[in-house]
């Protein structure tokens, strides 16, 4: 018995053997700064077929164990063919996924560490710095204090503003169905009196949240359009909820979207903020992309209205050079949440939560464990400084008004709404009384700009028309690469239209 | 306008230039391989007391760049202290977090890529390893074919076994509902009929996700004792189920447990898998430590009935060497779960999608960007084969069997439950007379040997015992470091008889 132990035991070291540890991550390191080096030579958008790679790969996994060089010359022959490059400087498509040297220093750390945050005793530190630098963000956003730890309000991270939507919508819902259930209503028959509001521009992750939460059917999405750049009107948000509750049913939520998927577009959060108090709705603002260019001054107006929000939430890993994942939700009262999400099982006891002395972050957010993701925005904040940040965020900014001033000057090309951020969005002109084939002609030029590989963009359709949208946003997109999609999107055009 | 932002785009570049990178990462490589080396002289639980980050912290982020080397020291004297160090050889609290030289390289391949893989097209290579890497470990574990890809089931990579049960808990939920919605029932009045079923030893998650999916109000706890070792009896769940259907309830939903989290009660799956056929329950099997073990044949058995099982999950973050997060979920029709949690929005419409040649594998989870995680998994399971992976297993629960040959060799301790896998669950004994005292007594050891930092457990109340647990499973933990905490132990309980 103890010999066999004996015997055996030296093998786990080997698995987590110090120096060898240290030389396969140097490797590693190498592999991957090599790829960041080469990254211009891979197509952006990965031009594989589906299936690809199964037939590359064994049906099992092997019996005995392989070697790091075998493995990473797999890396590279049959995995990185099948990567669409977020990090390439030439990705302009969906909203960017922002990778950067402090950040990756800050995910390094914390997978190094390993440790599993749920309550506060399984890793002070986690929960404590997650705090402090929820709070050094927010002060960088101006947000009102009731949302900072020092105004009775709390930042926690979740993985993606999905999440953060969907906690948030739970915990409203628990608030309201509590008030229904006050008066003798079930709680089930509660959820099918409570009412939602979103405009048919809102990230469809609400869309999903409604439809975990059971609110689903009574989801009201309020259409919008070019008069308001697709921001949602006040008056129809009015409109839809006295219709609610002429018919019975008991509104609960309004998300407003600062910057949304589509087009960048800014609801009016004051006047929506207002409606939501007069009618004691959960007002959450989902600022997952745009939230971030208000650490700067000269955008901070697009948050107004704030302050009248319960919850706001934004994504520095798509645009504050925070590796994924990294989303950062604010609530006014963290109580409400912990209501609906809140569980004290024997396992987890200890002295510091008995005593209500601290934050178990596990409360806050769906999953119970949770990585140590606060280093990497410490990292960042620290090591690029408010003022590095606000500089990065400006060169998009300015990169992209540069494109737009192409676009404007273009004869053939135009922008389908006004830019905003760094986002633009913009077509092939076509003929007025064809709508069809202009949408046909666009998406014919985008397919034809992708197939190419050296950039990637991607498309929405507002108010029927075929929308190119160019994110300007990966950390290490210059104006130049900017020009030089510009002059493939002209190039292919000009093929297209010879064509035609 | 040119000029303003030729001067400004440097910046980016420094924010990810590629020397820098390479440099600062190999930097960071020393400071956690020195971590590694260094990681027996800090206390392993924490000894700080809630708040103390913050009076070492300014209030702000600051204004202009800091340097590394600065932010390390701080790592060091600030951070580490509040660290509960899940990766010493000397943790046994909870169940642990396995990082390992496979898994961590896996994970900063993953972090370095930084690709968002919610649609194949995203990265398709995301996508299609993860189906590859749950084949190949489902095969490794003997899951039936129907959860593999090639017998129409699904794998998908969770951040957690929270999650996963979620997720299929919403499956399930919907699955049901829509059948009571064929007979004219509202959607949200057929939540209300809805009944689930676990144990009370069956992980606190189920209840979370029960809040979450609004079917809390008939989640039935079945009590269980020690006649089963705290396992589910299918007697009791049969009883339960038939007052429940006598009164109106629609049963949806069972929970089976491998490993329970207090004292690693394995539930019996076929017996539970039969009565969930015969009652059209959808039956979630939850073996987040223990599954890992059953890649063992002489562990294996512990998985019979798992044919009979909808959903599988395990978390090879817990005792498969990789780091968190990584919670793997099988299931045999993903249909459903599609069904629950599936969007289609038009930004993120793509040829693959639309003609349904791809499996979009944000459709089979909560949040919509995803992590590639699967590297993880596949480094771990070429770079220590399968034999490696067993032999680590095996090298635990050896020495788990070395401490419980300890344990009922001792004049003073007990076993309070058999153990199981390599879980120990013991106690200094008590009078029969009077266990609460044996119940202080216990508690007043379990902090006197965590406070000392050598090593640390934590706890559990099986039928009202308050029950020491140490679990044998951190990576680097061999038969010495069982030995030596045994000896603490020992130690701090001579000390305490001999006061009281």
């Known amino acids: 018995m103890e010999s066999e132990a004996n015997g055996a035991d030296r093998k786990p070291m080997s698995i987590l053997e110090v120096e060898e540890w240290r030389r396969c991550a140097h490797q590693m390191v190498d592999f991957i700064a090599d790829y960041y080096r080469d990254i211009a030579t891979f197509p952006v958008r990965s031009q594989v077929e589906p299936g690809y790679l199964k037939a590359l790969l064994p049906e099992a996994a092997p019996e005995d164990p392989e070697k790091l060089d075998d493995v990473l010359a797999d890396v590279r022959t049959k995995i990185l063919p099948g990567i669409t490059h977020w990090q390439s400087p030439s990705f302009f498509a969906y909203y960017p996924s922002n990778g950067s040297t402090a950040g990756y220093l800050g995910e390094m750390l914390s997978g190094g560490l390993n440790v599993i945050g749920f309550s506060w005793i399984s890793s002070p530190a986690a929960t404590e710095l997650e705090t402090i630098v929820l709070d050094w963000l927010g002060k960088l956003l101006e947000l009102p204090q009731q949302f900072l730890s020092c105004g009775g309000g709390s930042g926690v991270i ?42 048919d521009q809102t990230h469809f992750c609400v869309q999903k949240a409604a439809q975990i939460a059971g609110v689903a059917a ?25 219709e609610d509750i002429a018919s019975g049913y008991t509104p609960f939520f309004l998300c407003g979207t600062v910057g949304t998927t589509s087009s960048a577009a800014v609801d009016p959060l ?31 107006h697009n948050l107004e209205g704030v302050d009248k929000a319960d919850s706001y939430c934004m994504n520095p890993h798509k645009w504050l050079l925070c590796n994924f994942d990294c989303s950062t939700l604010w609530v006014k009262h963290p109580k409400f949440l912990t209501d609906a999400l809140s569980t004290r099982p024997e396992v987890l006891r200890n002295k510091a939560t008995d005593a ?39 060169n998009h900014i300015s990169a992209a008004k540069h494109l737009e001033s192409l676009i404007i000057a273009s004869d053939r090309f135009e ?41 990637f963009l991607t498309h929405t359709i507002l108010d029927g028309v075929y929308t190119l949208r160019m994110a300007v946003g990966s950390t290490r997109t210059e104006l130049q690469h900017v020009k030089d999609a510009w002059a493939i999107i002209n190039h292919e055009a000009d093929r297209l239209i010879s064509i035609s």
């Open 158 to 199: 979740q993985g993606t503003a999905s999440e953060a939507v969907c906690v948030v919508l739970l915990a409203a819902r628990r608030r309201s169905a509590l008030k229904l259930m006050a008066q003798g209503i079930l709680e089930c028959e509660a959820f099918g009196k409570l009412s939602a509001y979103v405009s």
């Open 218 to 242: 009574n989801l009201r999405v309020i259409p919008t359009d070019s008069s308001t750049n697709f921001a949602l009107s006040p008056s129809a948000l009015r409109k839809a909820l006295a």
């Open 270 to 300: 004051g006047e929506l903020g207002d409606i939501a108090q007069e009618h004691e709705l959960w007002f959450h603002v989902d600022a997952a992309y745009a939230g971030n260019a208000c650490i700067c001054p000269e955008n901070r």
């Open 356 to 394: 209500n002395a601290v934050v178990d972050l596990k409360d806050l957010q769906i999953p119970l464990g949770r990585r140590f993701r606060s280093l990497k925005l410490w990292f960042i904040m620290r090591l690029y400084g408010a003022s590095g940040l606000r500089s990065y965020i400006r």
């Open 415 to 455: 922008m389908v709404v006004p830019r905003n951020f760094s986002l633009v969005c913009f077509r092939l002109k076509a003929h007025e009384d064809d709508s069809a084939r202009g949408n046909t002609l666009n998406a014919t030029l985008l397919e034809a700009v992708n197939i190419r590989g050296e950039c």
